[in-house]
């Protein structure tokens, strides 16, 4: 059994990025610049943000923190996205998530500029990706991928089942698998909350990949001798013996299941450091572009 390192790998993807940004800085190009847009103050959004702008600043992006009061107008926040679209010195924006109950989180996205959604969000990145056009791929699946590539894992003819159809993760992902490109070639299965018999298609993965936000949904049970297990589930459970008050878990019983699988991801250390490695490279593709284009 192998462990999926998702530290180790984002530690040597965001070398490559900071290797990227000084030679764009010796040849007097621009730095890449992430904007987010942080509304209210949820605890956990608090710490996902200020990873990203560390990790932003480690790397020599320029990253620039747009914080809005929880009460804000729906129609204020979008004329602050339009503000940011029309901003050449910006990017990439993102719109940290979960929004106030009053803001429509699909009008949010879709005011966001295609080009600098660098979430990958964004209705025309979505079906570009699927199309295998040039795109934004959402942060999370493009972490999963990028791990699959650099631990050269074969998909092509492979069974993948993915558990969760979110627009976030388990949607993006299953097209991914599914496209005719390196990694993908697979054959697709999609399982979701209504799933009859959830066991029986898991049983069926050559390659599992778990998005549910239920800790414990796969149990050693449910997983063939062999296989490769990527749990992108993150989910707090209160902990007092921890400083913070909480521990981390993912959706797989890990230490049951490991044993069976021939490469799996831990929680934490295995999907989460790759999304903030995967949204620093679509910012940096950005940029990227835009040299292209003149
Ligand atoms: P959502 O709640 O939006 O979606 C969960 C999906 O799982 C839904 O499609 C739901 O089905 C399905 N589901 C829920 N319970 C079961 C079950 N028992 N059996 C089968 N399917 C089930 O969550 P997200 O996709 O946004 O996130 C999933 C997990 O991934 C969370 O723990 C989240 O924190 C984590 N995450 C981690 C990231 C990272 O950086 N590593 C980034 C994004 C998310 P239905 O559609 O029918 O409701």
């Known amino acids: 059994m192998h462990i999926l390192d998702g530290k180790k ?6 070398e490559e990025i900071k290797k990227e940004v000084t030679l764009l800085k010796q040849e007097n190009k621009k730095i890449p610049h992430l904007a987010i847009i942080l509304v209210g103050n949820n605890p956990a959004s608090e710490t996902y943000v200020g990873a990203k702008i560390k990790t932003c600043e480690r790397v020599g992006f320029r990253a620039s923190l747009i914080r809005l ?6 129609s204020a926040l979008l004329n602050k996205i339009d503000g940011i679209n029309s901003n050449d010195d910006i990017d990439g924006l993102i719109v940290q998530s979960p929004f106030p109950k009053h803001i429509s989180p699909e009008k ?3 005011r966001i500029s295609p080009g ?9 990145n979505l079906g570009r990706m699927a199309l295998n056009m040039p795109a934004f791929v959402p942060a999370t699946p493009f ?12 998909t092509a003819g492979k069974h993948c089942v993915v558990v969760g159809r979110s627009h976030l993760a388990g949607l993006p992902m299953s097209l991914l698998m599914m496209r005719n490109a390196r990694p993908g070639n697979c054959t697709v299965t999609v399982c979701h909350s209504r799933t009859a018999d959830l066991k029986h298609y898991c049983m069926q993965a050559d390659i599992l990949i778990v998005a549910t936000g239920q800790t414990e949904t796969i149990t050693a ?22 400083k913070s008050g909480y521990r981390l878990m993912g959706d797989v019983k890990f230490d049951e299941v490991a044993p069976k699988c021939s490469y ?20 940096l593709e950005g940029v990227k572009r835009k040299y292209k284009q003149v």
């Open 264 to 283: 799996i991801t831990p929680v934490p250390g295995g999907v989460g450091p790759m999304t903030i490695a995967s949204l620093l490279m679509n910012t």
């Open 116 to 124: 600098k959604d660098v979430d990958g969000f964004h209705p025309e």
């Open 221 to 242: 049970d449910m997983v063939k001798e062999g296989a490769v297990v990527i749990d992108i589930g993150i989910s707090r459970i209160p902990d007092a013996s921890k």
């Open 9 to 14: 790998v984002s530690e040597q993807i965001l």
């Open 143 to 154: 972490g999963v991928l990028q791990l699959i590539a650099r631990y050269k894992i074969p």
């Open 69 to 74: 009061p929880d009460s804000i107008e729906e």
């Open 108 to 110: 949010v996205i879709e």
